[in-house]
């Protein structure tokens, strides 16, 4: 429902918002024009002041005004002709025109009105309505993507038009709603919709028969400063009875020119007050530095618009692609999908043909959607869940399980969930294992247990199938063949090799950067933008299924970097370590923005082994900034695979690198990772007191000895890896 509010309001009213966002952003720029390029009063002129060096360099003066800007005006009327002008209040002499800029009017009669009148302010209305739904809906849309409020400045992760989508919502959705709401309140103003509480003075005339004052002796004209001023109207020198009328933003004044009495004043009301606090707010005028950041915050709407736009067709293709989807009310058979990269939908397609030619009803949609009330004759369901990075949901499934915990009651219809992960990560199927015990916590039924595909395996898939035609009856074959992904061809261009003297052949690879459209700079995607830590998949030849590299390197590098060890039969490492430098291989990018020094100076551990340095070594190389960084690597012998050991000593010489520590498993004494962290015990609780981050990269066991080393560091503190990592301040990489 969430996702429906958000989206139809932003399809139908898409070119009014754009229009008037663009026209509001536009108009923002004039307020702070007016300030910059108008002259301003000091902050001891009086309006006294004023009056009489402006009176004296324009005979037939009728009225002094001052704008929010600060812009001085003036407006006289000699030799029956009217004129007007900018004043500078330092000499009283004209500055500028007064007149409007022909290009803000027509801005401003765009933006309010469209060019329609009172019809166009009822238009220009329904678009501020729009944006509010559009605004509130989005947020809330966004902390459900990101795993909810408190992770709101969360990093994004997922295909580039729902990235750019969530960076741009986060930085303007306070403008949006700020704007939004002011141009609502200043519509029902225009239409008589606020009380009107602005009182007038009461009537009151000269005392007759007496000689004007100079306006210097006029008590509250010579007191209140220029920059409490609104408007000053002189008496008419033919009228004897007529008086000044002072307006300032305390109120209106009506002051005898005889005797500088005030005759009369009146206060505005809370209403006119508050009108008058909305007008700041929505125009920037008096306010210019706000003005501009609303402005800003309003150029993001059209690329909102066309993300937005983008996602939703990305999903209609997603739908599309599923043939013959049967509605959502009617199909008994319901599947919801939860994937990152996409490659989890070629698993429902195949699912989904396999059931219809059984003659099922099934209906395919995103996880995100789910909500029992929407399938009300299902008799099923089948969740096809993937896991990011360390147990994570998928972009768009974060939230899912706390809306499952939520529900009053577990829906009727029986589940079944199929978990893809790779079982090289320590979470495998993490996430589809919460979403497991989340149903089980609710009492929802399940009609099959919980199964795992790993590594897209077609087996694994064709296994489960069986299961899942033997629990509805049906003769269901499942043969899939897996998605590849679009590749890149990546040239080698340098290898140094390490390891053979141990038999673990083990090699750093640099690629050159392929080159770059227009479009792919333009939107990040492909290998655009990257950072050390981001994962580099890599198609093997003879095979569809990636295996992923951690990177060593960052797109400012000018090059891509891998370490890999040559495994036994690995097809993919096979491949890898014995390229000769011009040839090339199937690649792709994955961003992996988790796994990354958290911004600021705080001090980062780094502790690694084997190839787990790579993403390290990138993380120091990149540091010009010299934030303090401390490695924790481990080896087998320090002449045969200490990789980076030129770089790590100049890394060091150049300050990128704080500390190094080494441990070789194959050298006396004895040492792993594991040891040197329990040696520097003291020095690491040091530096986790100071705000350190943990970073660790590499095997699995390795990775899973330094969190009980870690927590048994930590213990007397009453810390541990899982509270640092809830912290943001601990993180793995591990294979």
């Known amino acids: 429902m969430l996702r429906l509010t958000h989206r139809w309001p932003g399809l139908i009213a898409a070119l009014l918002v754009i229009v008037v966002s663009l026209s509001g952003a536009a108009l923002s720029v004039f307020p702070a024009l007016d300030h910059l390029s108008a002259p301003q009063a000091s902050a001891n002129l009086t309006v006294a002041a004023l009056t009489q060096q402006v009176a004296a360099n324009h005979p037939g003066l009728e009225q002094i005004r001052r704008t929010p800007s600060g812009q001085i005006e003036a407006y006289w009327f000699k030799a029956g002709a009217p004129g007007a002008a900018v004043i500078d209040p330092a000499t009283g002499k004209d500055a500028g025109s007064a007149d409007p800029s022909r290009v803000e009017l027509w801005l401003t009669d765009l933006h309010r009105s469209l060019f329609l009148g009172n019809a166009g302010r009822w238009i220009t209305a329904a678009g501020a309505v729009a944006m509010l739904v559009l605004t509130l809906s989005g947020a809330a849309l966004v902390a459900r993507r990101m795993g909810g409020w408190r992770r709101w400045f969360g990093p994004t992760r997922g295909p580039w038009p729902g990235r750019i989508h969530v960076e741009l919502a986060r930085f303007a959705v306070g403008g949006l709603v700020l704007s939004s709401l002011t141009a609502l309140w200043l519509t029902a103003l225009t239409f008589s919709m606020i009380p009107d509480d602005s009182a007038l003075p009461s009537f009151a005339s000269a005392t007759p028969g007496v000689t004007?004052?100079?306006?210097?002796?006029?008590?509250?004209?010579?007191?209140?400063?220029?920059?409490?001023?609104?408007?000053?109207?002189?008496?008419?020198?033919?009228?004897?009875?007529?008086?000044?009328?002072?307006?300032?933003?305390?109120?209106?004044?009506?002051?005898?020119?005889?005797?500088?009495?005030?005759?009369?004043?009146?206060?505005?009301?809370?209403?006119?007050?508050?009108?008058?606090?909305?007008?700041?707010l929505h125009t920037g005028r008096g306010a210019s530095v706000l003005g501009l950041i609303l402005g800003l915050m309003a150029l993001n709407v059209p690329t909102l618009a066309l993300t937005g736009v983008v996602q939703w067709l990305a999903q209609r293709g997603k739908a599309s692609r599923i043939k013959g989807n049967t509605a959502a009310g009617s199909a008994e058979t319901v599947v919801l999908v939860a994937s990152e990269g996409g490659t989890s939908w070629g698993f429902a397609r195949t699912l989904r043909d396999a059931l219809k030619a059984q003659r099922q009803g099934v209906h395919v949609a995103p996880l995100s959607q789910f909500d029992p009330k929407r399938y009300s004759h299902a008799k099923r369901f089948i969740i096809l869940a993937a896991t990011y990075g360390e147990g994570a949901p998928p972009s768009a499934a974060r939230g899912v399980i706390e809306r499952i915990r939520a529900l009053p009651a577990a829906p009727h219809a029986p589940l079944t969930i199929l978990g893809f992960g790779d079982r090289s990560f320590p979470q495998f199927c993490g996430f589809a294992q919460d979403l497991a015990r989340?149903?089980?916590?609710?009492?929802?039924?399940?009609?099959?247990?919980?199964?795992?595909?790993?590594?897209?395996?077609?087996?694994?898939?064709?296994?489960?199938?069986?299961?899942?035609?033997?629990?509805?009856?049906?003769?269901?074959?499942?043969?899939?063949?897996?998605?590849?992904?679009?590749t890149e061809a990546l040239r080698l261009i340098q290898r140094r090799d390490y390891g053979k003297a141990v038999g673990a052949p083990t090699a750093i690879l640099r690629f050159a950067l392929p080159p770059r459209s227009l479009w792919q700079r333009l939107t990040s995607q492909g290998f655009a933008r990257f950072e050390a830590g981001d994962l580099l998949g890599i198609v093997p030849q003879g095979s569809t299924v990636p295996r992923f590299y951690s990177l060593a390197s960052s797109r400012a590098d000018g090059f891509i970097e891998i370490c890999v060890r040559q495994h036994e039969g690995g097809l993919c490492s096979g491949q890898l370590t014995t390229m000769t430098s011009g040839e090339s291989v199937?690649?792709?990018?994955?961003?992996?923005?988790?796994?990354?020094?958290?911004p600021g100076r705080a001090p980062v551990i780094l502790i690694g082994a084997g190839t787990g340095i790579g993403p390290l070594a990138g993380f120091v190389r990149a540091n010009h900034k010299r934030r303090p960084m401390h490695l924790f690597f481990g080896?087998?012998?320090?002449?045969?695979?200490?990789?980076?050991?030129?770089?790590?000593?100049?890394?060091?010489?150049?300050?990128?690198?704080?500390?190094?520590?080494?441990?070789?498993?194959?050298?006396?004494?004895?040492?792993?990772v594991q040891d040197s962290l329990k040696i520097n015990a003291g020095r690491i609780l040091q530096l986790l007191t100071g705000g350190a981050q943990i970073m660790v990269c590499g095997g699995r066991e390795m990775a899973a000895g330094v969190r009980e080393t870690l927590a048994e560091m930590l213990s007397a503190s009453g810390q541990s890896p899982a509270t640092l990592k809830a912290e943001g301040r601990y993180a793995e990489d591990v294979y």
Not at 446 to 458: G, I, K, M
Not at 460 to 480: C, N
């Open 212 to 280: 004007a004052l100079p306006v210097a002796q006029i008590p509250i004209l010579a007191s209140t400063k220029v920059s409490a001023l609104e408007k000053l109207s002189l008496p008419s020198p033919s009228d004897p009875t007529d008086v000044y009328t002072l307006k300032t933003d305390g109120g209106t004044a009506l002051v005898d020119p005889g005797t500088g009495k005030v005759l009369s004043s009146a206060t505005p009301g809370i209403w006119t007050r508050i009108s008058n606090i909305i007008m700041l």
């Open 586 to 598: 199937a690649a792709f990018l994955r961003r992996n923005p988790d796994f990354r020094p958290a």
């Open 438 to 486: 989340a149903a089980q916590d609710i009492g929802w039924p399940e009609f099959l247990p919980l199964a795992t595909v790993d590594r897209q395996s077609p087996q694994d898939f064709a296994r489960w199938g069986h299961d899942l035609g033997a629990a509805l009856g049906l003769p269901l074959e499942l043969s899939h063949l897996p998605e590849v992904p679009r």
């Open 635 to 672: 080896a087998r012998t320090p002449t045969s695979d200490l990789l980076y050991d030129e770089e790590l000593l100049n890394w060091q010489s150049a300050g990128q690198l704080a500390t190094l520590t080494t441990a070789y498993s194959r050298q006396e004494p004895h040492h792993y």
